[in-house]
């Protein structure tokens, strides 16, 4: 394969990469949205505790979710444009933005492996304290925040062991509530869910941005080595007769000092047809016009029939 074709595929799998970038930075943005706007995760930033656990995660999360997004879709953005109209300033810019999307896929990575239940831990301490607050009877708000907790997640208080205010779910759990699952299993089933998710997209987006980065910078330096494949530079069509070579501007051109050579024939005079089937003078646009006698030989004069039927005669001194 030659490095025509090389630098051809390589375009190709640009503009497919950059496609497929920008639905990964919208699926992306839609996890961002539901995790800031969704009623399960609201339900929990939403209590009026004097220390939530769960609000610094959360906005920790809702920035380099936003970061990401941006990253990924300028990046794609600048690289398709950059591919289409061969711009190396555009492809740098592209390629940087690549690379900062890969440092941030690579911390959340990161941070996955080594911190992997900090949301989970965020959100049950929460739960913790508003249940603890509830069950204690010190607020009423705790109370109604508890039940609007329970009722999004379809559990109903914890069974935990650990738990010193276990003999109370007597009371808080009646009815058919009591059938509902522990408010803990609940909770953590909905954030496994959420995070396999995550992962997905994280390993997805690590994989097709160190694509883009390969390829950004190779179509980087083909563009910097010109190896286009379009020709570069500006056309300008020209009026030309069909069938005939060009010619020069003008059949009446006069040398200094020399008689003009006159058209043999009216097909002389008159220029080739052109495309559109009439007949083309071929003048000068900037030359001026002369009278008709001065085209005809020295020893002639135009001879044309007047209304009168007059004949022009020849001039004295100058017939053969």
């Known amino acids: 394969m030659g490095p025509w074709s090389r630098v051809r595929v390589a375009k190709c799998q640009m503009l497919v990469t950059c496609f497929f970038v920008l639905l990964l930075g919208l699926s992306v943005a839609t996890t961002v949205a539901l995790t800031s706007f969704g009623a399960h995760f609201a339900v929990i930033r939403q209590a009026s505790l004097e220390k939530n656990p769960y609000q610094a995660v959360h906005r920790w999360a809702l920035s380099v979710g936003l970061s990401l997004v941006g990253l990924l879709t300028l990046g794609a953005v600048l690289s398709a444009a950059a591919t289409v109209r ?65 009722d999004m997640f379809l559990c109903c208080g914890k069974r935990s062991p650990f738990s010193r205010l276990g003999n109370t779910e007597a009371d808080l759990c009646q009815g058919e509530e009591v059938a509902r ?77 020399r008689a003009a050579s006159y058209p043999h024939s009216e097909a002389d005079a008159v220029g080739p047809r052109g495309c559109s089937g009439h007949l083309q003078w071929l003048q000068d ?36």
Do not use: N
């Open 86 to 150: 061969e711009a190396q300033g555009l492809m740098a810019g592209g390629f940087l933005c690549f690379a900062l999307a890969f440092c941030t896929q690579v911390q959340v990575a990161f941070w996955r492996l080594h911190s992997p239940t900090q949301v989970e831990d965020a959100m049950l301490d929460t739960y913790d304290l508003v249940y603890e607050q509830a069950v204690k009877g010190t607020s009423h708000v705790r109370w109604q925040e508890l039940v609007a907790i329970q």
């Open 181 to 257: 699952e522990d408010c803990l299993q609940g909770i953590r089933r909905f954030l496994r869910t959420h995070q396999q998710v995550t992962s997905s997209l994280t390993t997805i987006g690590l994989a097709f941005t160190v694509h883009a980065l390969l390829l950004s910078s190779f179509l980087w330096f083909a563009i910097r080595s010109g190896r286009s494949l379009d020709r570069k530079g500006k056309y300008i069509m020209a009026p030309r007769a069909c069938g005939h070579q060009p010619q020069e501007p003008s059949l009446f051109r006069h040398s200094q000092g």
């Open 285 to 320: 646009k900037d030359a001026v016009p002369r009278p008709l006698s001065c085209h005809l030989p020295a020893h002639r004069i135009l001879q044309g029939r007047g209304p009168g039927g007059l004949r022009g005669r020849p001039v004295r001194g100058l017939s053969g």
